[in-house]
């Protein structure tokens, strides 16, 4: 019915490719069949006590039920900036600087509907998490995909990338107004020394263009890696905005709390756009949200080390197995090239015939773009007996 009404924005997404994967792995399951999944990066550990008991308090109040601030209420703004205080040591303005999101996703898409024009330009690197891209593509711009390139350590080639981020802005017309970076990266845990953030804020204000950094991954770093912050640079704020999310550092996945700092004038075109768009967060989980990160903070180093050790057991079972993985510093992936005998399938192929016939879930890396068809994305959320079955598992699919 009323066909000639056509959803031009919707046109824009493209088929979801995970959604070939997850439809198999649903129908295995109503088959009765046993499928480890390490498909999607959502964290299977509970919420720490202390910061759902404080939930329950405060839904226990009747006030709490009313409508809440949609920028966040001030003490989660003010606990935002004494995060960013105590872990990096960069000043922020809670009223100016720093704005609660409904999870770190909607904060950047609403963020991108806000500042972004029609026919605007952005570059984003290749691969990448889909939404990156996609925010800037249903908000009308042109977005201009990056290949990221890394060694076997996940580290990104940092000379390499300012060569060809330099090149795509002397290209391209109309000129680049933004650039994202997400570090650890989604999907393939790459990592950058605090000289690669020095380097991007002074080509930003030479080539005046605005960024966003994506750090949700920074507290789940390992072997002595520690995830630098773009604010830390002097000038960052007058360039960047950076966006958290509490999903992984602290388990709250479900809970839906992130934010966005930095930038006075970015910051103030997402509050004004969410003012027009939503109430914000349930206060309670707002409340919660101001303990998880005012509170003690052992909890987020005792899930930095449950998923080392994941990768640790991952690695080693998988190697055995006949997969060589490489062992990331950071975030809770595993970026893994496609096992030789298998590169032929590519990873959409090869992800369902892993599904199909060992029965282990994985992410094609061509749903991140086109550089990451070699790869697939193993989330490390399933626990260490798991791991070990699967890579069983996968033993007897890659001699068969």
Known sequence: MFNEI???RLKRLPNYVFAVVNDLKMEA???GEDVIDFSMGNPDGPTPKHIVDKLVEVAQKPKAHRYSASAGIYKLRLAICNWYKRKYGVELDPDTEAVATIGSKEGYVHLVEAIVNVG???VVPDPTYPIHSYAFMLAGAAVHKMELSFNDRYEVDEDLFFERLQKTINESIPRVKFVVVNF???PSSAVVTPAFYERIV???K???FYIISDIAYADLAFDGYE???ILSVPGAKDVAVESYTLSKSYNMAGWRVGFVVGNPRLVNALKRIKSWLDYG????????ATVALDGPQECVEEIRQTYQKRRDVMVEAFREAGWELNSPKASMFIWAKIPQSKAHLKSLEFSKELLTQAKVAVSPGIGFGHYGDDYVRIALIENEKRIRQAAKNIKKYLKA
């Open 6 to 8: 056509d959803f031009e």
């Open 29 to 31: 399951r109503r088959a």
């Open 120 to 122: 605007d330009v952005a």
């Open 184 to 186: 650890p990266h989604n």
């Open 202 to 204: 002074a080509m930003a």
């Open 206 to 208: 030479k080539e005046r």
């Open 227 to 229: 995830t630098p912050s």
């Open 281 to 288: 967060m349930f206060t309670p989980i707002q409340v919660a």
